[in-house]
């Protein structure tokens, strides 16, 4: 299924285009990107009807593309911590995780997570999909369970963490306080 929200939102676009215009399921499919017939189900309001237009292949290869390293929230992170003059490492692969930023004569860590696929609760951000539900709550769970367990390991090993979110970069000088409080 595709994300109703979103579906949602080209509702209210397609309908402020409609309003005071005469356009036509072909004009307004050529406006949004929605195949004409998407136009009429959006417009009657029956969203929970489209489904994905990709196959089961095309999905899985277009997930596979997204990376794990040199994320935008993480470049942001990088490009502000190494502006308040902090130098680090990078993914450093000695330690439980693999931190995206790791400061080895302070023995402290950042990690940047992305809010979907390390399930941050109580954000929108961390939604998951409702096709393959059981399946997302599985991977996302067994992320979760991860990063505990290697914030554990750290923590043993004498290394302080930062877990940075990514729907904490919409306030950056709020980060920029808690960055400079956690390397003090």
Same mark, same amino acid.
């Given at each position: 299924?595709? !994300?109703?929200?979103l579906?949602? %939102? &080209?509702?209210? *676009?397609?309908?402020q285009?409609? +309003?005071?215009?005469s356009?036509? @399921?072909?004009?307004?499919a050529?406006l949004?990107g929605?195949h =004409?017939?998407?136009?009429g189900?959006?417009e009657r309001?029956?969203? /929970?009807?489209i489904? !994905?237009t990709?196959t089961? %292949?095309?999905r899985?290869?277009l997930m596979?593309? $997204?990376?794990?390293?040199n994320?935008? #929230?993480e470049?942001i992170?990088?490009?502000?911590v190494?502006?308040?003059? &902090?130098? &680090?490492r990078?993914h450093?692969k000695?330690?439980p995780?693999? #931190?995206?930023?790791?400061f #080895?004569?302070r023995k402290?860590? $950042?990690?940047?997570?992305?809010c979907?696929?390390?399930?941050h609760?109580?954000? +929108?951000k961390?939604?998951?999909p *409702?096709? /393959?539900l059981?399946?997302w @709550? +599985?991977?996302?769970f067994k /992320? *979760?369970? =991860?990063d505990k367990? /290697?914030?554990l390991?750290?923590?043993e090993?004498g290394?302080d963490?930062?877990?940075i979110?990514q729907?904490?970069?919409?306030? $950056?000088?709020t980060l920029i306080?808690?960055?400079?409080?956690f390397?003090?």
């Open positions: 299924m595709l !994300d109703q929200v579906i949602k %939102e &080209f509702g209210k *676009r397609i309908r285009l409609h +309003t005071g215009r356009l036509s @399921q072909e004009q307004l050529e949004t929605f =004409r017939t998407y136009i189900m959006i309001g029956e969203y /929970n009807k489904v !994905d990709l089961k %292949e095309k899985s290869w596979s593309r $997204i990376g794990s390293k994320t935008t #929230p470049l992170v990088r490009s502000l190494h502006r308040l003059g &902090f130098r &680090f990078l450093y000695r330690l995780g693999k #931190p995206d930023l790791a #080895p004569g402290k860590v $950042i990690f940047v997570h992305g979907f696929w390390h399930g609760e109580g954000c +929108t961390g939604r998951l *409702r096709s /393959n059981r399946e @709550q +599985t991977k996302i /992320n *979760r369970v =991860r367990e /290697n914030l390991q750290l923590k090993d290394w963490a930062l877990v979110w729907c904490e970069l919409k306030d $950056i000088e306080k808690r960055i400079l409080i390397f003090r």
